[in-house]
């Protein structure tokens, strides 16, 4: 994937009920314009519909799962496989997002498992790491990034297309931005980080999230290592959206 075009992600969790797949449809035409690839995370039950309906419009928009089971099927109630996702037209799938961290107690090894089921589909996994506040206030960034990506990242990444969304918890729904030097270090670490594993046979976006709005899009993609954007509440009214996409250029 070219790192000259950056991917402005749209998360849009527990939100959406059928009338959300029109007014997504309405960013299709900023979404053409746009040098960025875009991608939205809708609930689980409009994926197969919103993805049919960017396929009859001819849209570049790219659809994903917001998690996925590490199995391909099974007694597993509740959960949704890599398989499922792809069979109902995703082409990403976001693991290991905070509000399943810490809301539903998900290990790094279980997060590393997930990428594994979603690389053997072919799906392009968006895996998440962020510290919370009292973390980055003990020091602890750097190791609990440095721990996040090692436990996270199964070997089986080498040579893959994915990405890694950079998202501290505490900027999450929040409002509160870290400064430009603590998002460039965080770019800083997950590059050295990737290069020093990896030797140079992965080459992901690596995206910031974490109270992205429409007004401080452009200034974030201007940062050094930054590859693209998640966007969880901006995403959820077109309008915002699609000035978060026309600032990505
Ligand atoms: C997210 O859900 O990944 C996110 C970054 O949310 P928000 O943009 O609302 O902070």
Same mark, same amino acid.
Do not use: C, Q, W
């Given at each position: 994937m070219p790192h000259n075009i950056p991917l402005i992600a749209g998360n849009w969790k527990m939100h959406g009920l059928a009338q959300a797949v029109p007014e997504a449809l309405s960013i299709d035409a900023a979404a053409r314009k746009?040098?960025?690839?875009?991608?939205?995370? %809708?609930p689980a039950t409009l994926l197969d519909r919103l993805s049919q309906?960017?396929?009859?419009a001819g849209s570049p928009i790219i659809t994903g799962g917001q998690d996925c089971h590490c199995e391909a099927d099974g007694a597993f109630t509740g959960d949704i496989s890599a398989e499922m996702l792809k069979d109902? !037209?995703? !082409?990403? @799938?976001?693991?290991?997002?905070?509000e399943r961290r810490h809301g539903h107690h998900e290990p790094c090894a279980l997060v590393a498992k997930k @990428?594994?089921?979603? #690389?053997? @589909?072919g799906l392009e996994p968006v895996i998440c790491i962020g510290e919370t506040l009292e973390e980055r206030l003990a020091g602890e960034t750097h190791a609990v990034l440095n721990r996040q990506l090692?436990?996270?990242? %199964?070997?089986?990444?080498? !040579?893959q297309v994915f990405h890694v969304a950079y998202e501290p918890v505490w900027a999450i729904g929040t409002g509160h931005i870290p400064t430009d030097e603590q998002v460039v270090d965080a770019m800083v670490l997950v590059k050295s980080y990737l290069e020093d594993r990896f030797h140079g046979q992965v080459t992901p976006h690596v995206l910031?999230?974490?109270?992205?709005?429409p007004d401080n899009a452009a200034h974030l993609l201007?940062?050094?290592g930054v590859g693209g #954007?998640?966007?969880g509440g901006a995403s959820l009214k077109a309008v915002d959206f699609n000035r978060i996409i026309t600032a990505a250029g």
């Open positions: 746009s040098n960025a690839r875009i991608a939205l995370f %809708p309906a960017l396929i009859e109902a !037209g995703a !082409g990403m @799938v976001i693991l290991g997002h905070s @990428v594994i089921g979603a #690389l053997r @589909v090692g436990a996270s990242l %199964p070997e089986e990444l080498t !040579g910031y999230g974490g109270s992205v709005k201007t940062l050094d #954007l998640l966007v």
